[in-house]
Structures are given as C-alpha cells and as structure tokens.
C-alpha cells in the first residue's frame, strides 16, 4: 500500500511519518487490496484533524477524527477505517455467495 501523507498548518516529521505507517500496517493486515492511501493532517488552533482517503477495488473509503492530540485523531482515524474496511470486505463477500448461490 502507497500512503500520500500531507500536512496543513503542520510539519509531517519522520516521528509522524512512520507513526501513520506502524498505524496503517493494521488496515492492510486485515484487507491487502488497498490500492493507496491518503493522509492529511492538519492543525486548526486546538484542534488536531487527521483525514484519508482510501482507495480500494471497486471503491473509496474516507474517514476523519478531529482531537486534541494528533496522536490521538490518527488513531481515530484508523479505528474508523478499520471498521469501514471490515464493512466493505463482508459486503463484497455476501455479494459473491449470493451470486453463486442464485447461479445454482
């Protein structure tokens, strides 16, 4: 998986950077047909906001989480993605049973 990681308002520092990555091993444990990824973070006075954008066969995922920490909302964020990929892996596969079970 190729993660875009941005920031706004922010310097992404390798602390960051390899912080997303340890984070966005996770997703692709639990679905490796992520095509890529992209991360923006950003600061808005006390709030931290980290969002991305997932792309995945026959899709996108998007998900944000807006924290004090920037720790935190990346966190959030993955938790949330997780969710919404673990959705999306268990439609595609009651897709594919319900097909074959009509075709018999």
Same mark, same amino acid.
């Given at each position: 998986?190729?993660?875009?990681?941005?920031?706004?308002?922010?310097?992404?520092? =390798? $602390?960051?950077? &390899?912080?997303?990555?340890?984070?966005?091993?996770?997703? $692709?444990?639990?679905?490796?047909?992520?095509?890529?990824? !992209?991360?923006? +973070? &950003?600061?808005? /006075?006390?709030?931290?906001?980290?969002?991305?954008?997932? !792309?995945?066969?026959?899709?996108? %995922?998007? $998900?944000?989480?807006? !924290?004090? =920490?920037?720790?935190?909302?990346?966190?959030? %964020?993955? =938790? /949330?993605? =997780?969710?919404?990929? +673990?959705?999306?892996?268990?439609?595609?596969?009651?897709?594919?049973?319900?097909?074959?079970?009509?075709?018999?």
């Amino acid at each position: 998986m190729h993660i875009n990681l941005t920031g706004h308002h922010i310097e992404v520092t =390798d $602390a960051l950077r &390899s912080y997303v990555d340890t984070k966005f091993e996770r997703l $692709a444990r639990h679905f490796d047909h992520v095509i890529n990824a !992209h991360v923006i +973070l &950003s600061v808005e /006075k006390l709030e931290q906001k980290a969002e991305a954008t997932l !792309h995945v066969n026959g899709g996108t %995922l998007f $998900a944000d989480a807006v !924290h004090e =920490d920037l720790y935190a909302a990346i966190d959030g %964020l993955v =938790d /949330k993605l =997780d969710r919404q990929i +673990l959705r999306y892996k268990e439609k595609r596969q009651n897709h594919r049973t319900a097909a074959t079970k009509t075709a018999d």
